[in-house]
């Protein structure tokens, strides 16, 4: 991780003055550098020894920056990981076109790996998750979405980049298709959970943990599993408090505190933790076919951390 993070900082750079300080504004912010830490550890369980896996961790972590400066512009976020978001800084604008020169530098990394097969996943990702951003603009403020419509949302947005970090680690390893899917199934599953919870974490945690403010996705209208479960176990004076806050967009004070109560009334965010954690166990049990040993304890470890951000 030491050495992928050189490469991240060093591949930041530029002559053109704002992007370096942007850059260095994204890592003094800090993140857990979960995606880059699964390509690391996937290549290493798979049997690679070499050096490919550095810079292709470095290109996962571009791919992502690059999708969390283009959000935060979208949903016009002040805060990121308890810091003030890049675009409350340096403005829309900026965010936007750095975000698109991280992209550019993630392409560049591809392209130097030289591999068909490793460009191959990671361009698919990105696609998928720009359609995951899409489809997720398209349901916001829209109850009649099925929890199948969020479920995909989740698979593209964020699952999609989690299954290409750790599928590449097969590919740089030079295992067969069954390893490949295997890892595949293992980053899908993970990233599924990483969302479950995520989506719990709005409106169960505390601002200065969660490293955003809470409540973001109510204010923003987005209908996220608990929404969905409470929204359907409600009676009718509950499905109108629904509509009126997430469909029309008005919020009154003490609406938030509302929403946590109905959440809580009807077990939402118990029923969510419930599924993140049987995606975690599906994403642990992937990893059954690989030898035992420090990286695959890591990998099953990043199952555990992600889940017991709620707990």
């Known amino acids: 991780m030491e050495a992928c993070n050189r490469v991240i900082v060093s591949r930041m750079q530029s002559p053109v003055e704002l992007i370096p300080r942007l850059a260095a504004h994204l890592v003094a912010a800090g993140g857990k550098r979960i995606r880059p830490m699964l390509t690391i550890a996937a290549a290493r369980m798979a049997g690679y020894r070499g050096e490919r896996h550095i810079n292709l961790a470095a290109c996962v972590e571009f791919i992502h920056t690059a999708t969390l400066l283009h959000d935060d512009v979208v949903d016009e976020s002040q ?92 590919v740089v390893a030079g295992r067969g298709r069954e390893e490949e899917e295997a890892l595949e199934a293992y980053g899908l599953n993970l990233g599924t959970a990483f969302q479950l919870v995520d989506d719990v974490l709005d409106y169960a945690a505390e601002q200065e943990r969660l490293g955003k403010t809470v409540g973001d996705d109510f204010r923003e209208g987005k209908v996220t599993l608990p929404v969905l479960l409470a929204y359907a176990a409600g009676d009718e004076e509950e499905r109108a408090f629904w509509r009126r806050t997430i469909e029309d967009q008005d919020q009154r004070e003490g609406d938030l505190e509302h929403a946590m109560r109905l959440m809580a009334r009807h077990g939402a965010l118990a029923e969510t933790v419930r599924r993140a954690e049987a995606y975690g166990d599906r994403a642990r049990a992937a990893l059954a076919g690989f030898p035992d040993g420090a990286e695959r304890q890591a990998l099953a470890g990043i199952v555990e951390f992600c889940i017991d951000r709620v707990r």
């Open 79 to 170: 805060l990121r990981r308890g810091l003030a978001s890049a675009n409350a800084v340096f403005g829309n604008k900026a965010s936007v076109l750095v975000g698109d020169f991280l992209f550019s530098r993630s392409f560049e990394l591809m392209v130097e790996d030289g591999s068909l097969s490793v460009l191959a996943i990671l361009s698919a990702a990105s696609s998928t998750i720009a359609q995951g951003e899409v489809l997720q603009l398209v349901t916001q403020n829209d109850l009649a979405t099925t929890e199948a419509q969020y479920l995909e949302v989740i698979r593209c947005k964020t699952a999609a980049l989690f299954a290409a970090a750790t599928r590449i680690g097969a």
